[in-house]
Nanobody, 128 residues
Framework: QVQLVESGGGLVQAGGSLRLSCAASGRTFSSYAMGWFRQAPGKEREFVAVISRSSTSTYYAASVKGRFTISRDNAKNTVYLQMIGLKPEDTAVYYC?????????????????????WGQGTQVTVSS
């Protein structure tokens, strides 16, 4: 069982920055690939970024590549999403999620159905 708690969301002007954090409970955080997803009002949940359990592999949605950076600290059981150059279209509830993958340090998935555990979400609002 893994519990995930996101933090760091808020209101920011276009062009601004935020860093989201996701703290995980449990002793097996390093066995999970970690992903960030987001959901805007009236839209489906969409993939944002993912990092493999050993940080060897990362992958980003085209809409955020070059502006967002995902990282993790397995000693602190935390995954981060650094966001710069924020745009109004980045406004959404951001969720972190855990995908159990102890067999590979490079594995990751962009499919939300692959993730076993989800946080409650943190709101990011970007004003124009």
């Amino acid at each position: 069982q893994v519990q995930l708690v996101e933090s760091g969301g808020g209101l920011v002007q276009a062009g601004g920055s935020l860093r989201l954090s996701c703290a995980a409970s449990g002793r097996t955080f390093s066995s999970y690939a970690m992903g960030w997803f987001r959901q805007a009002p009236g839209k489906e949940r969409e993939f944002v970024a993912v990092i493999s359990r050993s940080s060897t592999s990362t992958y980003y949605a085209a809409s955020v590549k070059g502006r967002f950076t995902i990282s993790r600290d397995n000693a602190k059981n935390t995954v981060y999403l650094q966001m710069i150059g924020l745009k109004p279209e980045d406004t959404a509830v951001y969720y972190c999620a855990a995908d159990y993958s102890p067999w590979s340090g490079t594995y990751y998935s962009i499919l939300h159905g692959q993730y076993e555990y989800w946080g409650q979400g943190t709101q990011v609002t970007v004003s124009s």
